[in-house]
């Protein structure tokens, strides 16, 4: 896919227009290149990708140690290294990310909890255990399930026997590769911009928003 995008405009386009929601829900100040939106959506598949690392300057009061879209800072490419990662990673880093978010901003977000028994604790803990449940459904609260492209097909092992069967297969299969998405999402975000910058994004959007990871596991024990 990588050599198709790179050599075939259309796809690219297509590429672009699909990912478009997720764009979107990002913000312009997060915009991702191509190659970055693609391996989102293919959200199981192993990609390298290519980050450029602002090296700090002692005469420049714009270069960081964080990693930045270069777009928005040209001046500073005389003072950048490459650094790649591949998406397994990125998958590690998003979800040890969103783990410790989520701790911070339900369980310990204020002192009470110093306060609470370990059982409660524990308990709290278990409403965010769900991933597999609470991720897809953000990811379709969010306008961003439809983009998702699945790893497989709901065929790939063996004939399928009935409609229901096959739904049920190719539903399973798409809610792992969402999975896969939502965490290579994050630690693109957390690995390529201002890291202040995205903790402020993740608490307000992914984790406290109106259609964020809370209220719908909330929403989720209520029903």
Do not use: W
């Not at 990912?19 to 829900?25: A, G, L, R, Y």
Request: with cysteine; hydrophobic share 40%; aromatic share 8%.
């Amino acid at each position: 896919m990588l050599n198709l995008m790179d050599h075939d405009q259309d796809f690219a386009n297509l590429i672009e227009s699909r990912t478009e929601p997720i764009q979107k829900f990002l913000g312009h100040n997060f915009s991702l290149l191509p190659r970055e939106k693609l391996s989102i959506i293919c959200g199981l598949t192993n990609i390298e990708l290519e980050f450029l690392q602002i090296l700090k300057d002692r005469d420049s009061s714009e270069s960081t140690n964080s990693i930045i879209n270069l777009n928005h800072s040209p001046s500073l490419l005389n003072h950048s290294s490459s650094l790649l990662i591949e998406t397994d990673k990125l998958r590690k880093i998003g979800k040890s990310k969103v783990d410790l978010d989520l701790s911070i901003n339900t369980v310990f977000i204020s002192q009470k909890y110093l306060s609470t028994s370990t059982a409660e604790i524990d308990h709290n803990l278990k409403l965010f255990g769900d991933y597999d449940v609470i991720i897809p459904e953000f990811m379709r609260k969010n306008l961003m399930y439809s983009c998702i492209l699945p790893f497989r097909g709901a065929m790939r092992d063996g004939p399928v026997h009935s409609l229901e069967e096959y739904e049920a297969t190719k539903e399973a299969i798409l809610n792992r590769t969402c999975m896969g998405s939502f965490y290579t999402m994050l630690g693109i975000l957390y690995v390529k911009f201002d890291r202040e910058m995205v903790g402020k994004l993740v608490t307000e959007k992914f984790v406290n928003g109106n259609l964020g990871l809370v209220n719908i596991a909330m929403d989720m024990m209520t029903k």
